[in-house]
């Protein structure tokens, strides 16, 4: 889908703006035409088209023409133009795809080299790091996110359980709320992908390192470590804890905040990015209160294993003729006021100090939100993931491993060892 945003709909009906953007063009105005590309939902499109639609209120010699879609297809998409150079000029993309598109750090416009645009002080010395390669910046995260554990109050109230605070007592769990309510109630469910986070986390809690070493090709963890993760979903599955790969099959294909059991407070927790809180609480059947607990942390962890990278990112086409409009709009959207205000919420919680700071003063950072930044704040989080983690033949290895072991077509001990031969083999072949 395509929009141009024209200048016609930009002047028309909009009062005076008071803010000022702390980037301002230098030398003459010429008259420039940008392509912005994004994926998202109808709230992400609405407020975006607005932001635009302000963004050339103030910059009335920029028009900027928005090409949006779901996030299906969207790689594939974005592949196709940055081979046959008609990539847009502003684009957003996942962390990952950094070292699909840019592995010696130059296949994106140098952010470096827009500061006189960009007001990157608004940003922290990890977070700026998370879009660095090689020296050059390529990057700016729209957010940081993270998994994090979302109870539902409602029923663990009703089997007279305290939300799990820690691993050993989230495997306690299962048993208790089976007597206490049923079969059909579990203390958490999880996606195949959600669960290889949380086993992440807890292995990165053992060894203090991140989970891949992308110099050396292979995970930088012992095969006793890496056979966690096999044990991990053993456990809970026996245990009740978490739903057997068949029970959750028989509610269909369905998005996890759709299954029923979620929305009838029978599947009583999630392990999700706290950016997606709000999808999952919105389909909760009427008196069901979910709430962040505290994560888990196994004891002498010096870091709590979090999986804490950007939700999105935008980066510069580095063949676009319009590098120092675009770098205005990126900061517009980033660090401007009143570009902050129209993108609002849509993106999850943004990493720019100054915008958070306006969101919180316009009352929007409240609720689960809020709880989960200063949870974020709270842990240790210190260990940065290589990407490589999350490039799409990692994670399908990761997952076809567990997924056989949760159906029964291998046994814990033969996923244990498949977990660590199988994901450094691919580890070896993907990064170059």
Known sequence: MS????????????????????????????????????????????????????????????EVRGEYTGFLGHLERLTTQIAGHTAPDLMQINWYWQVLFSRDGKGFYDLNALSKEIDFSQYDARTLGMGDRNGHRNALSVGNAARLFYFNRTTYDKARLALPDSWESLLAAGPKMRDALGDAYYPIDSTFQDFIAMARSRIVQKTGKPLVDDVNKRLNCTREDIAEMARLYGGLTRNHSLPAARVRAAYGNVAQQEMRPWINGQFAGCYLWNSSIDKFTDTLRPGEHVELASYPLIPGATDAGLLYRPAMMFAINRQTPHPQETALLLNFLMNDPVGVRAMGLSRGVPSSAIARRTLTEDGLMTGLKLDSEAELARLPITVLESPWFEHPRVRDGFQDILEMQGYGVIDEQTASTRLYDDINAILARVIR
Do not use: D, N
Request: hydrophobic share 45%.
């Open 3 to 62: 929009a141009p945003v024209t200048r016609r709909a930009a002047l028309a009906g909009l009062g005076s703006l008071a803010a000022c953007s702390p980037r301002t063009a230098s030398g003459p105005q010429r008259q420039v035409t940008l392509r912005m590309s994004w994926w998202g939902g109808a709230s992400a499109h609405k407020a975006t088209l607005e932001a635009l639609r302000l963004f050339m209120k103030r910059y009335p010699h920029i």
